[in-house]
């Protein structure tokens, strides 16, 4: 049976731990909670799609170390498909330490790619990505990126771009996309300017069907290329940690596309469920199950 | 044939990360270079010693995890013996990320003791204790310390204690200690002041033959029983990492008491070590051989 969402990009083993205060330089910091939990961008929205009982695949890579099997297994845990996820024999995996500030949740991330490479143009299986509905990718494997985004234009499979840092190969991927869902760096830097509503019409030039801008505690703001354009609150939640939460968006906004629903009703949907998300310690811990997002939203005005 | 030196405290796997610069709140930062490696003051105290080919125990408990693991190896192949480094099933090991600056080599560290028990009294065992002519405490094992302090000075055998921060139990221990070589923190928490000269009189008072108390790049302060009063400099080098740093200086200031050195020059030699540990990432990595430090010492004024 075909996967629903094949995710292309990083994954990364998350070391969390929870300070009272994020920390001055030079001093130390006794951590509170700590977590060890898969992560990364692609990876972390197909675990929301996951919750959501949507049937997923991950192609990436990950060393053949401790953490690689870790990430490989609490994939497989949440029921996200490994099969194309690889490991490469004698190369780290992608990890973070990530310390988080009690009260806030804010979030510093220190992370290294790890050695493993990344895919490469022949380690891309073209079968899934034909016959999925929806190819998530974060840029981060920018060579079997574009790959993956011309087979799935080809097959006519719907395209989600998670843009967080605009990297040199970026722009030639952006064509080959049909939802851009990118960060407010991502949107300056691509733009090469400061003033947002100037990046929405920006991006919207390069082709796609909408362009959204997350910023943080600040919603989000969207344009269509129907000429929609609206603003997306982020809903208030008492917040234990940030990490992920834009990659939990866009697992929620890519639920909405495969219901077929509007793109104000999706972004609603994908704020619901990144405000969720915030709940605990984790990229991952408190993603929200489908009934808890219905719920959520229902309290909301 | 009995170790010439008995550390025990606390042991921990510290995972190490280069950044350019220390990260504002919120934000991300790519580690340069990455390194894995056992620390915790005791044990790297040993490590130090056993460079000098002094022969060392390890009384101490770590998780049944990956980092117990590698905390366990990395001190056998320092040539540490561990056959009195325990394993607390189903619990976790004691680990650190550590972000060093690149250029100033301040560090700031992120720890959790983890959820492996301290070693209890009728888990340490005198015989090692008795036999050694050293015992080293980092003073994280509060009850084993004073049991084994309390073996040490029936038995003769000299004992340092390494005062990182005062505990509510530390008061005990003092008049256990031979040698107090203590961080500048540790001296005003004891003394309750924030003058430094005042805090060496105070901590004598407690009865050791000498006190020194580091003030990092200020280097050191030393007072003894018999009134031999003196200020060492830190030794000028490239900085990469001052990670263990103080760990290294005891176990220069330890193989200066097992070759009866005068104190002078004891602190001087273990200044040197410390200074020498500095050049490489992670707390173990550039601690020097014998011939490294008398090198380096014969070079200086």
Request: hydrophobic share 40%.
């Amino acid at each position: 049976m075909p996967f629903a969402v094949v995710g292309l990009g990083q994954c990364a083993y998350d070391i969390l731990g929870r300070v009272d205060a994020y920390p001055a330089v030079d001093a130390k910091a006794e951590l509170g909670e700590v977590l060890f939990q898969g992560g990364g961008p692609a990876a972390t929205a197909l675990v929301t799609l996951a919750r959501m009982d949507i049937g997923t695949t991950f192609l990436g890579r990950v060393g053949d170390d401790d953490f690689g099997a870790r990430i490989r297994s609490g994939l497989l845990a949440e029921g996200v498909d490994c099969g194309n996820l690889l490991t490469d024999p004698g190369r780290t995996s992608q990890f973070a330490f990530i310390a988080v500030e009690h009260g806030s949740g804010r979030r510093n991330i220190f992370w290294t790619r790890g050695s493993a490479r990344p895919l490469s143009l022949s380690e891309i299986d073209p079968a899934p990505i034909r016959s999925c509905r929806v190819l998530h990718l974060d840029g981060l494997q920018q060579e079997a990126s574009l790959a993956a985004a011309r087979i799935a234009r080809e097959a006519g499979v719907t395209t989600v771009l998670d843009g967080g840092t605009f990297r040199s190969g970026t722009a030639d991927l952006l064509p080959l996309i049909d939802h851009l869902v990118v960060s407010e760096k991502f949107a300056l830097q691509a733009c090469g300017g400061n003033e947002p509503r100037r990046a929405l019409e920006k991006l919207l030039s390069h082709g796609p069907r909408a362009v959204t801008v997350t910023v943080g505690a600040r919603g989000s703001h969207t344009l269509s290329r129907e000429g929609e354009e609206f603003h997306q609150r982020a809903f208030p939640v008492d917040t234990v940690d940030t990490t992920g939460c834009g990659d939990v968006f866009h697992g929620g906004y890519i639920y909405g596309l495969l219901q077929g629903w509007e793109l104000r009703r999706t972004v609603r949907f994908a704020a619901a469920c990144a405000a969720l998300k915030t709940r605990a310690l984790g990229g991952r811990t408190a993603i929200p199950t489908l009934a808890e997002v219905e719920n959520f939203l229902s309290e909301q005005a």
